[in-house]
């Protein structure tokens, strides 16, 4: 895996040979699955040489999880580790709400002889992973052929809603976390205000990952359902009760035409343009808008990419600036595993 030269990104280490031919760990902890590859750093990139998933919820620690990677699959004097978390990380350490882990880098360096562990949240890892894709991994809704030069945003709906961005200093682009999915969520018609009331009798603070995120998309079609009355059919109850809730609501839509799960979808990617175009002004991300998470990933081909660049540009005085910003959906996964791996590769303070 070489570096893509669309992302220039800020890797002082990549001109150091120290880096090179380096084994490392990288580790992307999800509620669900956490993922770990076994890579050697090469060149300016990355060979992976293997990968395991686990089932996050059955081990008690992440250095369990860790443990039986190493045992498993016979590594010795593993150099580094790379670890992407869902939630902020501050002075080596996290606490993310959806894990139940306590993390700590020093633990880790301490236990493992480590000789360099590093721990960055979610998303600014898949901001680097990122930078390893290649062209055919990206997929244009509005482009002038390539990223511009300017800062990206990067907004990607999945568990949670992570939303990140690259800063360009004028030469490279240097990837930075937010939590800007838990500020608030704003209704805009009549009948968003119905459903911003119907979440704040849920959660109080009404977040934008409340709307847009694998909950969120439920929240969406339970208030169709119980407030605004669309029939749900019974063999659709039952789908969800034994199944993957997004996979079923995008199968209904598109394969048997269930009204309420096309509105439910609609209304998703209406939100996800609105929440595109505040994360965009927000970081003045003239050099692009890029958009991932496993939801996207899953309804790529439901997406009217027409319809969405025109909700994505309205705005009270920047649609001339909005309006000429490239916008690609981001169609490869694990890029959380690889960015945190290529990260602790190759940057030096």
Not at 89 to 95: A, E
Not at 217 to 233: A, G, M, S, T
Request: hydrophobic fraction near 40%; charge should be negative; glycine fraction near 8%.
């Amino acid at each position: 895996m070489i570096l893509n030269p669309k992302f220039p990104l800020y890797l002082p280490g990549v001109k150091n040979s120290n880096n090179d031919n380096v084994s490392i760990i990288g580790a992307n902890l999800h509620e669900d699955i956490t993922t770990l590859g076994y890579f050697v750093s090469s060149n300016g990139g990355l060979e992976i040489k293997l990968q395991n998933d686990y089932p996050t919820k059955e081990y008690p620690s992440f250095s369990d999880i860790l443990k039986k990677f190493i045992q498993d699959n016979q590594l010795e004097n593993v150099k580094r580790l790379g670890m992407a978390v869902p939630g902020p990380v501050l002075d080596g350490k996290s606490n993310p709400a959806r894990l139940g882990w306590s993390l700590d880098v020093e633990e880790y360096t301490r236990d493992f002889g480590f000789e360099k562990v590093d721990m960055l949240n979610d998303l600014e890892a898949s901001a680097y992973g990122m930078a390893l894709l290649e062209d055919s991994d990206l997929d244009a809704i509005y482009t002038s052929g390539h990223l511009e030069k300017g800062n990206v945003a990067i907004l990607a709906p999945g568990n949670g809603l992570g939303e990140a961005g690259y800063f360009f200093d004028g030469q490279y682009l240097r990837p930075f976390a937010t939590e800007g999915g838990h500020s608030e969520f704003s209704p805009r018609t009549n009948v968003e205000v119905e459903f911003y009331q119907f979440l704040n009798n849920i959660y109080g603070i009404v977040s934008w990952e409340n709307v847009l995120s694998k909950t969120g998309l439920f929240n969406i079609y339970r208030f169709l359902r119980d407030v605004k009355r669309h029939p749900e059919p019974e063999w659709l109850a039952e789908r969800f009760a034994g199944g993957n809730f997004v996979q079923e609501l995008y199968k209904a839509a598109v394969e048997e035409d269930v009204l309420i799960c096309k509105i439910a979808l609609d209304t998703f990617l209406e939100f996800l343009a609105r929440e595109a175009n505040n994360l965009t002004l927000k970081l003045k991300a003239t050099g692009g808008l890029l958009i991932s998470g496993d939801i996207v990933q899953m309804i790529r081909e439901y997406i009217d990419k027409d319809k969405f660049y025109e909700k994505f540009k309205i705005s009270d005085k920047m649609e001339e600036m909005l309006k000429n910003i490239p916008i690609y959906l981001i169609k490869h996964n694990h890029t959380g595993l690889k960015g945190a791996a290529l990260y602790t590769a190759y940057y030096q303070e």
